[in-house]
DNA sequence: GACGTACGTGAAAACCTTTTCGGCCCGCTG
DNA sequence: CAGCGGGCCGAAAAGGTTTTCACGTACGTC
C-alpha cells in the first residue's frame, strides 16, 4: 500500500483537485456522474485524506488528550473507554498519556499535546482527592474522577458520600442494625466521604456504628481481615459489614468465612468499587456499589465536546453510583 | 493563552520565519546572538510549535497507534505502559484505540489511524493465540502478546511453554515430586502451551502429573476451588499445584485453607501471570510467573522505532517469563 | 585594489487539503 | 438576439512549518 493524494485521485478521475475534495466531502455543487468518477479514483487508489493537512486548514486536529496519573490503576481505564466511545472513533481520536503521578511528567506531556493541537483535554486523577488546576489552556479541559482546585474549571466526580448512603441504605433495608464499616487510608477523602455517607443514613435511623467508629486503615485484603478479627471481637453481634473497597471486603469475607460464620444469613456484606474479578469470584459473589466510570467518561466526553463547539460549563458534577446486587447481602430470616 | 505562530515570533525578534526556525531548531547557520533574540521572543510567546504542520512537510506524524482488543484486561496495559516510555514523550504520543474484539470496528480504528498518518502500529490481542495478520500497510506494524499468521510480520510474544517449565521446574527444586497442574479453558493457547511446558520438564524428571492429566476447565477462581477438591478427593497426596493463572490460584489457596492443609509446608502452590492484586494479597502471598509485558512494549516499541528507520524485521521473538518467589512455594521440610 | 570565501539571512517552494471566488457554458426569458 | 441566471468546475489562497538556494556583507589573500 502507497500513499495517494488528492492529487493523484484528481488526475486519474480528470477532475482538479478542487473538484475531487468537493466531490469526496460530498459537497453540492458537482455533477453526480463527476463525483462517482472520483469516488472511483480514490477507492481504486485507497485514498485516505491527510488529517493532519486537514487539521491545518479547519483548525482542528480532531483529537483530544487524555492525561492520567492511574494508568495501572483501575479507575482511568473505564472512564477512557467511555470517552473512546462517546467520541465518534472516526471523528476524535485520543492520545493517552500517563504521567505516574510526576508533576513535572505531566507538564512535560501538557506540552506535547499542546504542541499536537488536541482540541480538547481530559484530566483523570489517580485518587479522588482534588487537584490542581492546570491553570488556564488554550483549549478546554475536564477533570474527570479527581476535581480540580479551581472552581473556574469543569470537574466530573462520582458521588462517594452517596455511595456509603447507599450502601447502609441497602443493609437497612435487609434489616440489618448492627452495621459496622471497615475501610481504606483515612488519608482519602473517598474513605472520608464514603464513613460521613454511611454515618449519614445510620444517624437518620437512629443507629450508631457497631464497633463504635469507623475502621480506617489500608486498602488491602490483609487489613480486611485483620479489621474483621478485631471486630468480631469486640462486637461479635455484628449483622452487616459495610467494606471501604473490594479488596478489604475479600479480606472481610474471608475472615467470616473461617470463622464459620455465614455470609450472608448472619453476617451481610457490601463492598464498594465492583472491581469485577474480586467481586464475582468471591465466596459468596460480593453486592458491591458501582462508581459508574464508563459514564462518567461518556459525559467528560460530551462535557468536553460542548465545550469545543463553544458552550464551556464550569463547576463540579457529582454522578450517582449504583448499588449491584449479588449474594453477600440479602434480607434477614 | 494564545496561539502564537513562528510568524509572530520572527516579527518580535525581527528575523524571518526562515531564520526563526533555524534559531530554534539549533540549525548551524545562525549568528549566536540572532538565536537568542529569538529564542526569548519563543518564550516571551510561549510559542509552541505546530506538529501537524511539521508532520505535514516533515513526513513524519510523530505518533504511533496501539490497536488492543484487551483494555479492560490486563495485558495491553503493561504493554501500553513499556511502549510509552520506550518512545520518548516528547518524541511521540500514541493513539489509543480499542476494538472490543470487533473486526468492523478494527477496520474503523485502522482506517482513522492511517488517515492520521501515524508513523507505527502496535496491535495487541486480547488472548496470546495467532490472530489474523492486518496485511500490507504503508507503515511498519508490531504484534505483541497475540502473533500474526502472517510470517512477514513482526511478532513478539511471551514465552507460555517456558514459563510452564519454569513454574514446575521451581516446583521440582523445592523437592515436590507430586506435582498437579490445574488451568484454564483449553482452547487457549496459552493454557496448552503452558501444560506443554509443565509436562515436558516433568517428564525429564521422570516423573508423571499428578492427578494423572491437566486440569482444564475456566479462568475462574471457582473452577480453582472446584478442581482442587476433586484432586485432593482423588490424589490426597499432591504436594505441589501449578495453576495456569493468579486467579485459578486464589481458588486453589482458598479450598486448601479451608481443608486444613497448610501451603507451603504440605502442598506448595504457584500461580501465573503475577496479577499483583490477587497474588499480594493472598493467604499465603503466591509465587507466581510474571510476563513481563512492559519489557514485551519497551521492545516492541524499539523494534517499531527500528522498522521506521527503515530497518524492518520479522518473524516470532518469544520473551522470557520471570518467576516471581512469595511464600506460597518453599522447600520441603 | 580585485577577487574569493565564509558566514548569516531571507525569499520561496513544498507538504496536502479546504474554501472562496471567478469563469465557462448552457438554457431560458423578454 | 441580447441578457441573465444557474449549474459545474478550476485557480488560487490559506493554514504553519522546514528546507533549499540565492543574496549580501565582511573579511582575508594575492
Redesign the interface.
Known sequence: ???ATLRDVAKLAGVSVATASKALNGQPQVRAETRERVVRAAEQLSF??????Q??ITQR???VGLLTSD??GRFS??I??GA?DAFG??QT??????ARGDTI?EK??L???????VDGLIVVGARPDTRTSLG???VPVVYAYAPSDDPADLSLITDNTGGGRTAVDHLIRCGRRRIAHITGDPSYSAAQDRARGAVDRLTEEGLTLAGGEVWFGMW???WG?GATRMLLDRCPDVDAIFAGSD?IA??VL?VL??ERIDVPSRVAVIGFDN?S??AV???PPLTTIDLNLEHLGRIAAQRLSAAMEGTPTSGVETFPVRLITRESTAPLR
Not at 48 to 53: G, I
Not at 93 to 98: G, K, Q, R
Request: aromatic residues 4%; glycine residues 6%; charged residues 30%.
Open positions: 500500500m502507497s500513499r485516505s485524506p491527510n488529517t493532519l493537512a487539521g491545518l486536529s480532531g483529537t494508568l495501572e481505564i473505564p477512557l473507554m473512546e472513533s472516526d481520536s485520543v492520545f493517552l498519556c500517563d511528567r512535560h506531556h506540552r506535547a499535546l499542546l504542541s499536537r493541537r488556564d489552556l488554550p488491602s485484603e490483609a481481615r479488596e475479600r479480606g474471608d468465612h473461617e472491581w474479578v474480586l469470584n468471591s465466596r
